[in-house]
């Protein structure tokens, strides 16, 4: 199966901002719904954010307002912009994709994802 790769985690104070990137091949992402997922720790892990593929993007209530999916159809990658960064939104983030209404079982394989860290 392909994985995607992620980069673009890191360390950030609360209100700051990070930029999310996620890779992978053009045959995917010119089919699928593309998505963001987090996993904090002892929590499960769930879909934060969603583009199709004509860019018409879902969010989950808690980061209304503040994160921002899009995709980059000449480079094959989906982007994630966190604004307002709360200590809440510490996670390892991931990508994936699938149909829209099924992104609970997406088709890809997980990959190694990014760590966001959210400290002051």
């Known amino acids: 199966q392909v994985q995607p790769v992620e980069s673009g985690g890191g360390l950030v104070q609360p209100g700051g901002s990070l930029r999310l990137s996620c890779a992978t091949s053009?045959?995917?992402?010119?089919?699928?719904?593309m998505g963001w997922y987090r996993q904090a720790p002892g929590k499960q892990r769930e879909l934060v954010a969603d583009?199709?593929?004509?860019?018409?993007?879902n969010y989950v209530d808690s980061v209304k307002g503040r994160f921002t999916i899009s995709r980059d159809n000449a480079k094959n990658t989906v982007v994630l912009q966190m604004n307002n960064l709360k200590l809440e939104d510490t996670a390892v983030y991931y990508c994936?994709?699938?149909?829209?209404?099924?992104?609970?079982?997406?088709?890809?394989?997980w990959g190694q994802g990014t760590q966001v860290t959210v400290s002051s």
């Open positions: 583009i199709t593929t004509d860019r018409s993007a």
């Open positions: 053009g045959d995917i992402f010119r089919r699928y719904t």
């Open positions: 994936n994709w699938g149909w829209r209404a099924s992104l609970s079982s997406p088709f890809g394989s």
